[in-house]
């Protein structure tokens, strides 16, 4: 009773809809890293048409989201998402088909579709008009739990793929989007477009999440709404790019390949400890000053370690203190935005930031891959660092303007 109290009677759904989440990403973005091989050995693609499948999958929420994003200010998220689950499992099973790039490729279109209608932005967006002044306690809880798709779903999806085959297994997935995610998404009570009041000043600086209007005055919100861009896609052309490659850059600076591997693990717990303190912590801080936090941290750690000897327990610090500044910068992706701009045109907003901050998560593994190839570890952490500091400063830029009100 306590629970269902404390999130204004909507626990079990909240629930439902973490259980989405991890079903969501783990069946689609995840689910590439098992079935690589068995698509190589099966059909011929080879990892970087794999892999190519997750970059459409990014550009099509793109493209996109801006659209969706306006539906669901003007009509709730229970419609998107539903299509959304169903476009979901078309995809799947269209994936499930596939007999070659081309027929694997465009099955990732109709996936990337329905999953910016249920997952991505959508997924906040309810969150916001379901929970108001808590959203973004809950926004952190919700990222916390999928964090845990990757744990759950690659044993998952190997072990199905060992019983049944990779095509069986993602009719599994399509079924899984039917059976269990639709009549969750089915359940989201239905919006009540609330109605405007008359224009008052800003929310004070540093609430919970920034009312129905935000803390930026009307004057200054298509400067903030770049800098805030600015920010969340240069931190994220780093968070989608250099994590990928830690291992072979620790390699390079003199670890083993067994010493690397086991120090890169240390990513996942960091980074969902850091998601859980800003779930629990966080509301104290304003949203502005933990992302500036972490933007300071990760440039500052990449510009260090090339001037430190590399042994295990450096590498280890690096990587927890790095995920750990990853982990307050994703959460704060979703939920700035809403401190800064207020519900009133929320979904609008996030669809319009997904466009420059995809397309940079679209192309971190490509361009990283080749720093890393041609350029090797030390200049690829300096470069990195440098284009953390452009989040930063633009970061740093935007605190100076909320404060100026």
């Given at each position: 009773m306590a629970a269902t109290s404390r999130f204004g009677g909507h626990g079990p759904l909240l629930l439902g809809l973490a259980l989405t989440r991890i079903i969501g990403w783990g069946s689609t973005f995840y689910s590439p890293s098992v079935l690589v091989g068995a698509l190589d050995r099966e059909i011929g693609l080879n990892a970087e048409i794999v892999f190519g499948g997750i970059t459409i999958l990014l550009i099509t929420g793109a493209l996109v989201a801006p659209a969706i994003g306006r539906i669901l200010d003007r009509e709730g998220t229970r419609r998107s998402m539903c299509v959304g689950a169903v476009i979901c499992a078309l995809g799947l099973g269209v994936l499930s088909l596939a007999q070659g790039p081309a027929s694997y490729l465009a099955s990732w279109f109709v996936i990337g579709l329905g999953h910016a209608m249920s997952l991505a932005n959508t997924g906040n967006v309810t969150i916001a008009q379901l929970m108001g002044e808590r959203t973004r306690r809950v926004i952190g809880l919700m990222m916390l739990v999928t964090g845990l798709a990757s744990s759950v779903f690659w044993p998952?999806?190997?072990?199905?793929?060992?019983?049944?085959?990779?095509?069986?297994?993602?009719?599994?997935?399509?079924?899984?989007?039917?059976?269990?995610?639709?009549?969750?998404y089915a359940s989201i009570p239905r919006y009540r477009h609330p109605q405007v009041p008359e224009a008052r000043p800003a929310a004070v600086q540093g609430g919970p999440s920034g009312g129905d209007h935000g803390s930026v005055p009307a004057h200054a919100r298509r400067a903030a709404f770049w800098l805030v861009a600015l920010a969340f896609s240069a931190s994220g052309l780093v968070s989608w790019g250099l994590p990928l490659h830690l291992i072979t850059l620790f390699q390079e600076a003199g670890l083993t390949q067994h010493e690397a591997v086991w120090v890169a693990t240390l990513s996942g717990p960091a980074t969902l400890a850091a998601r859980a303190i800003d779930a629990t912590l966080?509301?104290?801080?304003?949203?502005?000053?933990?992302?500036?936090?972490?933007?300071?941290?990760?440039?500052?750690?990449?510009?260090?370690?090339?001037?430190?000897?590399?042994?295990?327990?450096?590498?280890?610090?690096?990587?927890?203190?790095?995920?750990?500044?990853?982990?307050?910068?994703?959460?704060?992706?979703?939920?700035?935005?809403?401190?800064?701009?207020?519900?009133?045109?929320?979904?609008?907003?996030?669809?319009?930031?997904?466009?420059?901050?995809?397309?940079?998560?679209?192309?971190?593994?490509?361009?990283?891959?080749?720093?890393?190839?041609?350029?090797?570890?030390?200049?690829?952490?300096?470069?990195?660092?440098?284009?953390?500091?452009?989040?930063?400063?633009?970061?740093f830029a935007l605190v100076r303007m909320v404060a100026r009100g």
């Open positions: 998952l999806t190997a072990t199905l793929m060992n019983a049944f085959g990779w095509r069986t297994t993602l009719l599994i997935f399509a079924a899984m989007q039917i059976v269990i995610v639709l009549p969750i966080g509301e104290k801080l304003p949203a502005e000053k933990v992302a500036l936090f972490g933007l300071l941290l990760g440039p500052v750690l990449c510009l260090a370690l090339p001037f430190v000897p590399m042994t295990i327990a450096t590498a280890a610090i690096f990587v927890a203190l790095f995920s750990a500044a990853l982990g307050v910068i994703s959460v704060a992706r979703a939920t700035l935005p809403l401190a800064l701009f207020g519900r009133n045109g929320f979904a609008a907003m996030l669809g319009k930031l997904t466009v420059p901050q995809n397309m940079a998560f679209s192309a971190a593994p490509l361009l990283f891959a080749v720093m890393v190839e041609r350029l090797g570890a030390s200049p690829t952490l300096m470069a990195s660092a440098a284009i953390q500091a452009v989040g930063f400063a633009a970061m």
